[in-house]
């Protein structure tokens, strides 16, 4: 897929991964006798998770993924969810298991994720799956890397010896994506918030990954010229009207300009998390697996 101009068009690729999903997913079912799966846990009034959600019921209905979302009210105590988390390992019409956060603050998300069967693991961030990442063994992988993976091939931006940053080590994003780019031969610096002089860091970048969660952290004198900047970011902000608006880490309209390539917010690396996470529930719909999980 060559790009029409130098942006990075996750929304469009998300789209076409669907297809191919659905054409996968049609393809099986015949003989797995059921569609595939995907159960996403919702707890709290959180506007923001409520919009994500709806987003992936619609995603999983274009594929042909079953929905087994379930809401649960703010108060719901660590117990109860583990317990649906057990329900839903034994359930063997469930392929993918997604606790949707941010959580509430009582609720340890951590150790809810110990508890998802590591092949239901739709977010690829359970232990032995980041495990088998580390080792570079087949397995589920994160859905945000691997949506930036995805579309850096697509794009067939070259990444053997190339210098990346990433900046942010989060289990979610940041470290996975290390890990992704090293696999792809890339030579690898996490920057974080006690990292000093991270515009010298950044500005050595041929790939730049912003996954800190900071509006416009990433300014056009950070960026190499021609480098390739993929921005995960994605906060809502508010101007003076009181309007809000999605932006990302990086100072797009300034940085677009010196960029190779780079990702818009919206329509960049989000649409490419869901598109993976449809990836990671066919995957694992296709491996066949109907074994019971002990709780």
């Known amino acids: 897929m060559p790009p029409s101009s130098h942006l990075l068009d996750g929304k469009a690729l998300s789209q076409k991964i669907q297809l191919e999903l659905k054409a996968q997913v049609d393809a099986l079912q015949p003989q797995m006798g059921r569609p595939p799966g995907l159960a996403v846990l919702m707890v709290g009034d959180n506007p923001a998770s409520a919009a994500y959600v709806r987003n992936k019921e619609r995603a999983c209905a274009r594929v042909g993924i079953n929905s087994y979302g379930q809401h649960f009210p703010a108060e719901t105590s660590q117990v109860e969810l583990t ?32 508890e998802i069967a590591p092949d239901k693991d739709a977010d690829g961030l359970h232990p032995l799956n980041l495990g088998r990442l580390v080792r570079g063994e087949t397995g589920l992988r994160s859905c945000t890397p691997a949506g930036v993976m995805r579309l850096l091939e697509t794009y067939d931006v070259s990444l053997v010896g190339k210098r990346a940053v990433v900046l942010g080590r989060s289990i979610l994003v940041g470290k996975p994506m290390a890990l992704m780019l090293l696999e792809a031969n890339a030579t690898v610096t996490i920057a974080h918030s006690k990292t000093e002089e991270i515009a010298k860091l950044t500005q050595s970048a041929d790939i730049l990954v912003a996954a800190i969660g900071r509006p416009g952290y990433v300014t056009a004198d950070m960026v190499k010229p021609g480098a390739v900047v993929v921005d995960v970011g994605i906060n809502r902000v508010e101007d003076s009207a009181g309007k809000a608006r999605l932006v990302g880490d990086v100072d797009f309209a300034k940085v677009e300009s010196k960029a190779s390539l780079i990702t818009p917010v919206p329509g960049g690396i989000g649409p490419m998390t869901v598109a993976m996470l449809l990836y990671n529930t066919v995957w694992s719909y296709s491996q066949g697996s109907k074994a019971s999980y002990n709780s």
Do not use: M, S, W
Not at 100 to 109: E, I, T
């Open 83 to 114: 317990a649906v988390i057990h329900r839903l390992n034994q359930d063997p019409n469930v392929d993918g298991i997604l606790v949707q956060l941010p959580l509430p603050p009582h609720l340890d998300a951590e150790a809810l994720l110990y």
